[in-house]
């Protein structure tokens, strides 16, 4: 059974670039443990990306749950992430 992910989840615009690794370190467990191995993959290496290529990454990981509830807690996790690319320097 899927895990119900709460959508209140609390929104942060001021993560630095240690924060967004970190809630991408999250997202591929999330994708890990449901097994899904594009999306784990392409969040493996993040470290010292810029946000341009972070933005890929999120893009190519969301690709393949747009539209699947089930994977909720991924795409929030990928959403907050993609709203703090802002402030990579």
């Known amino acids: 059974m899927a ?3 709460d959508r209140t989840m609390q929104i942060v615009t001021n993560l630095d670039r240690a924060g967004i690794e ?8 999330v994708a890990e443990a449901f097994s899904l191995d594009d999306a784990k993959g392409v969040l493996s290496d993040v470290s010292g990306k810029s946000a341009a290529e ?18 909720g807690r991924l795409q929030d996790l990928l959403e907050l992430v993609e709203l703090n690319l802002k402030n990579l320097k």
């Not at 969301?62 to 994977?71: A, D, N, Q, T």
Request: hydrophobic share 30%; glycine share 10%.
């Open 3 to 5: 895990e119900e992910h």
């Open 22 to 29: 970190k809630k991408l370190g999250e997202a591929r467990q």
């Open 54 to 71: 972070l933005q890929e990454i999120i893009d190519r990981a969301v690709s393949g749950i747009i539209g699947k509830p089930e994977y």
